[in-house]
């Protein structure tokens, strides 16, 4: 053996016979530095397995150990634990989870914890540790998921925890992922395989209730073994019943005094639980226990119990950040709360609600729309602080918003509808447009009936939904509801208000957008005069409607005309709004077009360069806004030529908007379709594909087939396949943009 054996740790190499070592030695020295220990298996989710609290918590190793057999048994296992709610799913899978990072059992190399949140792509969002799944839009980022997923094989075992509402859409999508899942679920999910989570025993529950009660004495034990009967060993209810007894000071004796006074008992549908059979009629019996529970706990003070009662509209299991939650509710309730066990707090220093709770507060203590309207006004005043700042911000936010949406879903009240436009809004912003005008068509429900078909607030409505339409590119539709708005505000508000110049500008910019530029004028003329005589020349609604003008001339040729609109415009936002407002760097934009349709490409790149030096200092670097103005920029260098400067400008918008608006809005399937010119004009078409392939998939899924921008992402690829003489496969692509004829 040699002296020196480090002389020699690094010599082996292919050769198995490097420098003279034999293979003896080699042995040797593996013997003497062993190998380290293999890793754990890798957590491939931001989000793990809780870390249980050990003074809350009791293991259940011979669940664990049967859970585990059957996982074993079948390496594309796809299993459901069912249980009543809170009777401890979450925990027993938390074990399981941990159990399998210390035991590397049963050959699983990879662990993901998913949080349920109504839809699996929501809740899969951005949770994945890995540089194969990296789009910044949910239906994307989930089928990356998917493909990651069927790589990992049965070395992945995936939980997917609170599953109540898992839709048969996400159950397809589990089943045909590679990966083994656990599932944790109340009622039965067809499809999968199924372990009926029995309760603890009573010897399990007594140790459980004294560990969090910190009751010890002996003379309890009695008192505590009938609790936890009346319990009906049910996990949930013995912690609530544990704390409520540490927290309001109650001997055993005293608290079980309370639960015979009131015939709080769980005992009887105790077997129903264990056998698995739950049902409606089980859960309301359970719930009308709980109630007596809730009534036990005497939450007398009255500002924590309306923090409770408002906190159980929010999403369950969906956390708050600690610093709104403690703005919305007070500190000082939340954390009486926490200690009560009536809310949760996470490692993230996040607070949420347990399902059984929300349920069972709201079936307790009923809160009623009025007392809700402070929520309501913070959760609008949170959506709308949200704007621009894309879908990984915003996703918990409309969770909550739906969440109490849903829960005054009978209502009909002005102050519900103030939710739905803003939800309604937020969604629109996103590309989400279908949901944009659910939400907005529920906002014009109530609006139509409680306000009438002539009201200014329903007229506005209108106008929003023909919003939508317009991004829709759905022009008819949109111009029947601006029309709607036209009637209400001309009637009622008459044909010299703001409003109806602002409706005015909504119908021209309809009529602009199908092609009908006289009628567009004659509807911008409208609106002009209106704010010239009622809020004057220098007002910036005025500036507005100088500007659209302008883009009509634009539209039409009629360049000269453009200019001086522009120019009008312009004036008045550089007085009024000053040199650094957005709307004057939009009036830029506006004027930058049209230098560069006019060949005057200098100036067409000092305006664009002014509007993004305030949108960079105002906006940020990261706003849609920014980003369109990259854009803009790297149109100028394209017209120029300059095509490796049109393509850095438009990756700089695109990093924008995949990361703000994600890998599904419209707004970043223009840029891919920019990007494609750009590589058409480098004669790069296998590049250019790709990206016109790109967009082209955003707008058919967003626009539709028949809307105009799909339609020259068609025309766009059969010329690219064109190029390639590759003509058969761009005929599909000819027919559908209306170059050529089908048979």
């Known amino acids: 053996m040699p ?36 890793p754990p298996p890798q957590i491939i989710t931001n989000s793990s397995a809780w870390t249980l609290n050990k003074k809350d918590f009791l293991p259940r190793d011979d669940e664990v150990n049967k859970v585990m057999e059957i996982i074993r048994d079948d390496p594309q296992i796809k299993l459901q634990i069912r249980g009543i709610g809170g009777l401890g799913k979450t925990s027993l899978s938390c074990q399981l989870f941990w159990e399998y990072h210390e035991s590397k059992a049963d050959g699983i190399e990879h662990l993901g914890w998913i949080n349920y949140n109504g839809d699996l792509k929501s809740s899969i969002f951005q949770n994945i540790e890995s540089n194969t799944v990296t789009a910044d839009k949910p239906d994307e980022y ?254 918990k936010l409309i969770a909550h918003a739906v969440s109490v949406a849903e829960c005054f879903s009978d209502e009909e009240d002005t102050l519900l509808s103030v939710l739905y436009n803003w939800i309604g809004g937020i969604y629109q912003e996103l590309g989400e447009y279908d949901k944009a005008l659910d939400y907005h068509e529920k906002d014009k429900a109530i609006h139509e009936k409680v306000l009438g078909t002539e009201h200014p607030s329903t007229a ?56 009908d530029y006289d009628k567009a004028l004659g509807y911008y003329e409208k609106a002009l005069a209106i704010q010239e005589k009622v809020l004057g020349t220098e007002h910036p609604s005025t500036a507005t409607t100088y500007n659209n003008i302008a883009l009509l001339y634009y539209n039409m040729g009629n360049y000269d005309k453009a200019l001086k609109y522009f120019k009008k415009a312009l004036a008045i936002v550089e007085k009024v709004l000053g040199t650094e407002h957005p709307d004057t760097a939009r009036t830029y934009i506006s004027m930058a077009s049209l230098y560069q349709t006019t060949g005057n490409y200098k100036k067409a790149l000092e305006y664009n360069e002014k509007a993004l030096a305030i949108q960079e200092k105002v906006l940020g670097t990261e706003h849609p806004d920014t980003a369109a103005t990259y854009n803009n920029i790297a149109g100028v260098y394209y017209a120029k030529g300059v095509y490796d400067k049109a393509l850095e400008y438009n990756e700089k918008a695109l990093a924008i908007q995949e990361k703000v608006l994600g890998t ?42 028949e809307h105009p921008n799909t339609k020259n992402i068609y025309y766009l690829l059969a010329g690219i396949y064109a190029k390639k003489d590759e003509f058969e496969n761009g005929l599909e692509y000819a027919i559908k943009a209306g170059i050529m004829e089908g048979e």
């Open 3 to 38: 002296d020196n054996l480090k002389n020699y740790l690094h010599v082996e190499g292919e050769n198995n016979n490097v420098s003279g070592i034999t293979q003896i030695e080699k042995q040797e020295i593996k013997n003497i530095y062993p190998s380290p220990p293999e």
């Open 142 to 395: 989930l089928q990356q998921a998917r493909s990651f997923f069927n790589a990992l094989g049965k070395k992945l075992l995936l939980f997917v925890d609170n599953a109540d509402d898992i839709t048969d859409e996400d159950i397809n999508f589990l089943t045909t992922c590679a990966c083994r899942v656990v599932l944790t679920a109340r009622y039965k999910i067809e499809g999968v395989d199924e372990y009926s989570l029995p309760p603890f025993s009573p010897e399990v529950c007594v140790e459980l209730y004294r560990k969090i009660s910190n009751d010890r004495s002996p003379a309890d034990e009695a008192a505590i073994r009938e609790i936890v009967e009346r319990a009906g060993n049910h996990t949930q209810t013995i912690h609530l019943l544990a704390k409520t007894q540490k927290v309001c000071g109650y001997t055993a004796q005293k608290l079980l005094d309370e639960l015979k006074e009131r015939g709080f008992t769980l005992a009887g549908i105790s077997a129903e639980i264990s056998s698995g059979r739950l049902d409606k009629k089980v859960e309301a019996e359970f719930f009308e226990h709980m109630k007596m529970l809730f009534d036990i706990a005497k939450i007398t003070d009255e500002n924590q119990l309306r923090a409770l009662k408002l906190f159980s509209l929010l999403a369950p299991n969906v956390p708050l950040e600690r610093l709104t939650a403690n703005e919305w509710f007070s500190i000082n309730n939340i954390t009486k709360l926490i200690k009560r066990g009536w809310l949760n707090d996470d490692e993230n220093n996040g607070v949420y609600i347990h399902p059984v709770i929300a349920q069972v507060v709201r079936y307790s203590a009923p809160t009623d729309l009025q007392t809700s309207e402070e929520l309501i006004v913070h959760l609008k005043n949170a959506l709308k602080n949200s704007q621009g700042k894309g879908f990984n911000i915003q996703n």
């Open 460 to 515: 506005t409505i209108y106008n929003n939904i023909a919003s939508v339409y317009d991004y829709m590119g759905d022009y008819d539709k949109a111009l029947e509801y601006n029309e709607k708005a036209l009637a209400i505000v001309e009637k009622v508000l008459g044909t010299e208000h703001p409003d109806t110049a602002r409706t005015y500008n909504n119908i021209a910019l309809s009529y602009n957008n199908m092609g």
């Open 664 to 705: 599904e809005h419209p707004y970043t399937a223009a840029t891919y379709n920019n990007i494609a010119a750009v590589y058409i004009a480098n004669g790069d078409y296998d590049k250019a594909l790709d990206y016109a392939h790109k967009a082209r998939k955003i707008f058919e899924k967003v626009l539709g087939e």
